[in-house]
Every structure is written in C-alpha cells, then in structure tokens.
C-alpha cells in the first residue's frame, strides 16, 4: 500500500478529458466535448479556472484522440495574437491570453479509454504520493457556487478522500455513482460515506446522494485502481474503488468523507445540460445578457406557445 500523509497540502489537480463523448456525436468526432463552447469559452477552461481559484496552479490534463486542441487551447497563438496586436483589439487579444496563464498545465495520454478509474490511473507519477484534486472535464459548476475549496478544506481537517454530493430526483439517480452516507459531525454539508453504488436501479440506491465530478483523493486510491476490476459497462470505474477506499482504515488512506453541494452544475456532456448552460450563463452576461433575455421572453412567449 502506498504510504500517505494526509495533512500534505493539496496543489495539484488532474482533470480526466479523455472520454469519448458519444452522446455529443457526430461534434464530438474530431473535437474533444471539453471542448464545446460555453457561450463563448470551451467547457474545459471553466474547470481550468475552478481549479485555478481554488488555489491549485499544477493541473495535469487526461487527454485521448483529439488531444490538439485541448494543448492548443491552454498554450500561445501567436499568429493570432500578432494579428490581433496589430489591430489594437486590446479585448479580444486579452480574451486570447486568458487561458494561457491560468495553471502550469501538463499533459498525459490515456491509450483506450478504458473508463474514468483508468484515467484517474494513468496521473499516478504525476501526483507523486499527495493528495490531489479530480475535475471531471465535462462537468462545470457555476464560479459564484465555490465547492472545490471546501472539499480541500475537508480533506485537510479529516483526511481520507472528498467526494461531491449532490442530491438529486430518484428517477435521476440511474445516471450517476450513489453514496451511503451518516453524519460524522464535522458540519451540516459533511458526511462520512459508507458505501457506493455506479448507476444503481432507482429500487437498490442507498440514497438520492448523486456523486458529482469533483474529488480530493487520496493517493492510496492509486493501489486500489491498480486491482479494480472493470466494472459497468466494462469500464474500471472511480466509483468501485472509491467503494473499496470507504471500506479501509484511515492508517491505509482509507475513509470517504462526501460534501454536499447545493449550487448550480451543469453536466455539460449531456446534450439537454449543455443547453441549459449555455442559456443560464448566457443570460447572466454583462454583454450578451440584455439583448439575449429580452428575445427568449419573447420566444417562450410567443413561440413556444401551443
Ligand atoms: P463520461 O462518463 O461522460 O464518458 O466521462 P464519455 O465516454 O466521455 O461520454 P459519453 O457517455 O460517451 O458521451 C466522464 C469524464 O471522464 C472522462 C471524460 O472525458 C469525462 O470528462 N473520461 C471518461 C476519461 O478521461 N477517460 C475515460 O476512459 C472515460
């Protein structure tokens, strides 16, 4: 078993960006989805820059087929950059930089995707036996609903591994990892969790506590994925090993601990999802949001009457 020390600081985070995204085909044939856009940013650098606020600056990026456009994305244009110089579009060339200087960005094939567990694997010499932060890549939660930093906070008081709880219709409860859980008096939004479920029929989930794409690992889970078999679907899950870790003592870095989130998320490789992101950001925006919301009232108003 690896030998950890919980209380080391957590600086690094690794984010998983090498799925297939078939639900998002044919987009998704030369593009990663992390890279559709958000209004006008790719989904991916929302997460860069949740992790970045939260105060992780080494991010270590999963990538699969399609990869260049992810690297391109967080490195200099300098065609463009020049071009734009030239011009003096001293807002577009800053909207350019942006997603260069946010983290010291590092890249690492996963071969085949062989699931969100093997992912998770493959950042094991990267990590270099801290703990660390995982942000699923398709998955954004809103800047103003900070959820990162608390689960970082968790894991510094309690040790073990951070999940991110949240809850969810019964009916939903078939599309993600499900967590058991008590209450382990650290706070209202902590809970110690005794078992895991991935996608659980509605009739076997232990809760309607959905288990939503951020963690704060512990390096043990490392050993545990290496003797993960593959699971739903076939592929080795982050839920089946996480189910493991919950079951370990703490002197092996063991112990789940779930934070529960009540802001707004977006899955954003769901099609439906990924709309709704879009219109909800979209309306927000200093910018765009005036003129935006006045048409959609008037759409839903008139349009999408009858
Ligand atoms: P999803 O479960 O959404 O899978 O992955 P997917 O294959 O990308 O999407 P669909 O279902 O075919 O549309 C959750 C996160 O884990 C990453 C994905 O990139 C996404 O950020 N992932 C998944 C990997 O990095 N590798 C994998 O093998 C699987």
């Known amino acids: 078993m690896t030998t950890t020390n919980t209380r080391m600081p957590v600086t690094k985070a690794v984010v998983p960006a090498a799925g297939l995204g078939t639900r998002f085909l044919p987009a998704t044939k030369a593009t990663p989805k992390e890279m559709l856009p ?3 940013k790719p989904a991916i650098q929302y997460v860069v820059e949740e992790a970045s606020a939260a105060g992780l600056s080494d991010i270590l990026m999963v990538t699969g087929r399609n990869k260049r456009a992810l690297e391109d994305h967080f490195d200099r244009a300098y065609e463009l950059e020049e071009l734009l110089a030239r011009k003096g579009d001293e807002d577009k060339l800053r909207r350019v930089r942006e997603s260069v200087s946010l983290a010291n960005m590092h890249y690492v094939r996963q071969g085949d995707p062989k699931g969100l567990g093997h992912a998770v694997l493959v950042a094991e010499q990267h990590v270099a036996g801290q703990p660390f932060a995982v942000l699923l890549g398709d998955d954004l939660i809103d800047p103003r609903d900070p959820l990162l930093s608390r689960m970082i906070e968790v894991q510094q008081e309690l040790g073990g591994s ?46 309607n506590y959905a288990v939503i794409g951020r963690y704060v690992l512990d390096p043990a889970v ?13 592929e080795i899950q982050l839920t089946d090993a996480l189910r493991t870790l919950s079951t370990l003592g703490a002197e092996e870095g063991g112990q789940v601990h779930g934070v529960l989130f009540k802001g707004r998320r977006y899955d954003t490789g769901d099609r439906a999802d990924y709309l709704r992101a879009i219109v909800r950001l979209a309306c927000e925006r200093e910018d765009l949001g005036p003129e935006f919301r006045s048409w959609l009232k008037n759409f839903v108003g008139t349009e999408m009457q009858g």
């Open 222 to 234: 490392f050993d545990v994925l290496k003797k993960t078999e593959p699971g739903r679907g076939g």
């Open 38 to 40: 958000v209004v006008d």
């Open 162 to 207: 951070v999940v991110a709880l949240m809850e969810v219709e019964p009916s939903q409860i078939h599309l993600y990892g499900c967590a058991a859980v008590e209450a382990n008096g650290f706070g209202a939004d902590v809970f110690h969790v005794t078992d895991l479920v991935e996608k659980p029929e509605v009739a076997d989930a232990p809760s």
